[in-house]
């Protein structure tokens, strides 16, 4: 007990020295302010990626727990709302959809003849409770073949139909919602054989969790081409498939009757985005966007290990962390013209779920943000070590800035191959697609030297754990962003781009 008096004293003693200090230029920070720096990120790091949190998974009681943390930490830092929500200070509502596959059946027939394709050679899946399509000659619903095509030369020919098409390894998910969008009622994909299909049924049978307002009211079959072609005669099946081999191919209609059936599994629930902002000082300037994802994965250790939780201390109870330092920073410091948001996503591991919901549903114009910082996985690197520049190329006035502090921080850029591999991978890319300029910069990503071990270690399993956070390069990485937040959120020193003419 004494020992842990004595540790908040010193924290607390640092606290008010650093209080102090705020003010001064970022080069002007000694090395005990880096450590105690470095102390408050491991505390806050240590409490995000607990046991008590069970892994930081949406939907959970951790998951509550996580952005209750949040919420806490940017009120004893004194930011405000960043919502522009009155009924809502902190929370963006994010609407979540869990799905899990649990039964599917194909019929298939010709004449009197019905066959129920074994599940060896057949697989379906949907998204609802339960969906069920008939088509085929004396349903009036038609059936169809496209071969490798998506159908578009028919229109609304296609509304209700049941449409078979033949699988082109790359192609086949955008032709699949093309045929969708064009109202198909259930898509059949035809595959080369029964490892294709196992390893499409492999992809497909997992737990999927997607944004509620993205559900898509899908239908779809995979069967196999011996299976089909069982149905359908060997010789008439290849007279078929080499007419869509032909460049003036068009799709045909099938004398095929078709019976799918499919039911899943499925949550919908809500999580939240947690959103604070510091107000600048020049209205109508823009604003800078700092993010971090807080969620995990939850419970993913293998069933009897002795510890199956994945705690996420560097993935990314060390972004939020850092996020929730640099909120710290920049709001005891001088005014900042600009607005700075601060905003911590949710289920960002199963596809960015939670910052494609800010961009549909943003507080602030997506326009009037000059600049978007992502802390993704921040505590991995020693210091000293390159710096990782995710987002380069996007916009040339942020990567002029961008390589300016990296340089002022004494560090060079990493590789950048490296980096790029990234991109498509971390919550920036959606701001990216949105027409926001955002960058990821994190020693974590500079070299293979330091991310490589890490992945083969610890990435997304119950190791990534706080005593294996290395705080060195993620106290240098914090600093460069402070002086570059505080660079973009001056309008003098970082004009807005020009609106662009009607």
Not at 201 to 229: F, K, N
Not at 360 to 377: E, Q, Y
Not at 460 to 480: R, T, Y
Request: charged share 20%; net charge negative; hydrophobic share 45%.
């Amino acid at each position: 007990m004494s020992h842990m008096r004595a540790s908040w004293a010193v924290l607390l003693l640092a606290s008010l020295w650093l209080a102090g200090c705020a003010r001064a230029p970022v080069a002007s920070i000694p090395v005990e302010g880096r450590d105690e720096i470095a102390a408050r990120m491991q505390a806050d790091i240590a409490e995000f990626s607990s046991d008590t949190l069970m892994g930081r998974k949406p939907g959970t009681e951790g998951g509550r727990g996580s952005y209750a943390y949040i919420e806490k930490r940017m009120t004893e830092i004194g930011l405000v709302s960043g919502t522009n929500d009155p009924g809502s200070y902190w929370r963006l509502p994010v609407d979540l959809l869990a799905t899990q596959p649990e039964t599917g059946q194909l019929v298939l027939g010709q004449g009197r003849r019905r066959v129920v394709v074994l599940p060896s050679d057949a697989a379906v899946y949907t998204s609802r409770r339960r969906a069920l399509a008939i088509g085929g000659p004396g349903t009036g619903v038609p059936g169809g073949f496209v071969g490798y095509g998506d159908g578009s030369v028919l229109g609304d020919a296609l509304a209700g139909a049941g449409v078979v098409m033949l699988a082109d390894r790359g192609r086949d998910a955008a032709r699949r919602e093309d045929l969708f969008r064009q109202r198909a009622t259930a898509v059949v994909t035809v595959l080369a054989d029964s490892e294709a299909l196992a390893q499409g049924r492999a992809a497909e049978d997992r737990p999927r969790l997607q944004l509620a307002s993205e559900e898509q009211d899908h239908l779809a079959a995979w069967i196999t081409d011996a299976a089909l072609a069982d149905i359908l005669g060997a010789r008439r099946w290849q007279s078929l498939k080499a007419e869509a081999e032909g460049t003036g191919f068009a799709p045909l209609e099938l004398n095929l009757s078709v019976s799918i059936e499919a039911t899943s599994d499925r949550r919908e629930f809500p999580s939240q985005n947690v959103i604070g902002m510091i107000p600048g000082t020049v209205p109508g300037s823009g604003a800078v966007l700092v993010l971090a994802h807080w969620d995990h994965l939850g419970e993913c250790g293998p069933p009897g290990a002795a510890d199956r939780i994945c705690n996420g201390a560097a993935d990314n109870a060390s972004g939020v962390a850092m996020m929730l330092e640099l909120a710290r920073r920049l709001k005891a410091g001088p005014g900042l013209g600009r607005d700075i948001y601060f905003l911590a996503t949710t289920a960002e591991e199963p596809g960015l779920l939670g910052i494609r919901s800010f961009i549909k549903n943003p507080p602030l114009a997506l326009a009037s943000i000059v600049a978007a910082f992502n802390l993704d996985m921040m505590a991995v690197a020693p210091a000293g070590s390159p710096v990782g520049f995710i987002g380069r190329g996007q916009d040339p006035a942020l990567d002029a800035a961008v390589l300016d502090a990296i340089a002022k921080s004494g560090r060079d850029p990493g590789d950048q191959s490296l980096a790029d591999s990234f991109l498509q991978r971390q919550d920036g890319w959606a701001l990216v697609q949105a027409g926001v300029p955002a960058v990821l910069l994190s020693a974590t990503y500079g070299s293979r030297e330091v991310l490589d071990p890490f992945i083969a270690a610890r990435y997304h399993q119950p190791s990534d754990e706080v005593e294996g956070i290395e705080l060195g390069a993620a106290v240098e990485d914090l600093l460069m962003h402070e002086g570059l937040i505080r660079q973009i959120a001056d309008p003098a020193r970082y004009p807005a781009k020009a609106a662009p003419a009607p």
